[in-house]
Nanobody, 122 residues
């Protein structure tokens, strides 16, 4: 069964940093669009960032300048470096994969991870 497995979530104080990782299990996603989404309590899941296989990156306005998406093709792993975290960044973060073209819509993504909790305290 194809899976994406996220890791790296946790509790951090406002202004701190975390790095999330997403690794596939069952197949390679080296030619896929890789995206990160998040869902805060009581809210809909929203787009955070996406990266093409050629490493063109796209970000939600709310995270631009603070978050960086990257990929290590040798290890088939995608990362989300999150700096200057704010309490409003608290959410479950999901990794997703799509064949393309790049999209901010979760409906376009075919493969999803189980999510990792990020909690930012004030």
């Amino acid at each position: 069964q194809v899976q994406l497995v996220e890791s790296g979530g946790g509790l951090v104080q406002a202004g701190g940093s975390l790095r999330l990782s997403c690794a596939p299990s069952g197949r390679t996603f080296s030619r896929y669009i890789m995206g990160w989404f998040r869902q805060a309590p009581g809210k809909e899941r929203e787009f955070v960032a996406a990266l093409t296989w050629s490493e063109s990156a796209y970000y939600a306005d709310s995270v631009k300048g603070r978050f960086t998406i990257s990929r290590d093709n040798a290890n088939d792993t995608v990362y989300l470096q999150m700096n200057s975290l704010k309490p409003e960044d608290t959410a479950v973060y999901y990794c997703a994969a799509d064949k393309g073209p790049i999209s901010t819509s979760e409906a376009r993504y075919d493969y999803w991870g189980q999510g990792t909790q990020v909690t930012v305290s004030s």
